[in-house]
């Protein structure tokens, strides 16, 4: 089980708040130990759940798909871009997985940002963010933007108290959550994170982790944060499998239990 989210803020920029857990589909042991999102490009940040190997297998395509070499220094990816033109080869990777070996469903969930106003008509930051969803084995994108926008995957995204928290942290009718911009730069992005640790805390439920990975994506800037707390976490493949005690089964790892 996980939960990956991914949310707009008004002053800017994108969110992606990830947990680390992961799940033995055989033994049904969960473990505290893997990282799930990462920053992929410029300036885009991605997350997974569902089958593991095949989870990190297509962000690790997704960065190459945005590393190709001779991108300028000055220049920066469009998320809505990216959205609409990497599906395709997500989608052959996954059907190559599926011919090696048994594969599970998988689910990505980017975040960037984009230029947005003008002189005459600003917006805070020049940018507004943008969050899209691909899920197995078409990866057809599912896409918000703008400010006040959330999506999710993984099984947290269907459970309800968690849900419903989310939704009340988004809406923030006190501003409580927003504050958190005052006189700290991805304040609220921060506040996002705390809250949803704050939820999970509240009200524990089985296979979601207690701690969460956040990246605060912005033009020129991803700024990582992690929650308190955080374990030792692998970034990768061959480091999960050095993280993993003997109750695991490397071929049915799943970050993710059901459809979320």
Known sequence: MTWVVGATS????????????????????????LQKAFPVGKYIAAGFAGDVRAGLALLTNLRDF????????????KPDWVAEHWPATAKQLYQDLLEEHSVGPTHILM?????????????????IGHISVFRSPDFVPECQQSGRK???????????????????????????????????VG??????AFALQMEVKRAPTSGISQHFHLFTVRLGAIQPYSTSGMPAVARSWPEL????????????????????
């Open 111 to 127: 975040v960037g940002a984009k230029r947005w106003g003008t002189p005459e008509k600003a917006v805070f930051g020049g940018a």
């Open 187 to 192: 304040g609220h992005g921060r506040m996002i």
């Open 10 to 33: 008004m002053f800017g920029y994108g969110v992606i708040v990830s947990d680390v857990q992961v799940t033995c589909g055989v033994t049904g042991r969960r473990m505290d130990v």
């Open 66 to 77: 945005l590393n190709p070499g001779d991108i300028p220094e000055d220049e920066c990816w």
């Open 150 to 184: 959330v999506m999710s995957i993984g099984s947290g995204s269907g459970v309800d108290k968690y849900r419903e928290g989310l939704e009340y942290i988004m809406r923030d009718p006190d501003l409580v959550y927003m504050k958190g911009e005052v006189g700290s």
């Open 241 to 260: 499998l050095e993280l993993l005690d003997g109750d695991m089964d490397v071929a049915a790892l799943v970050a993710r239990q059901g459809y979320g």
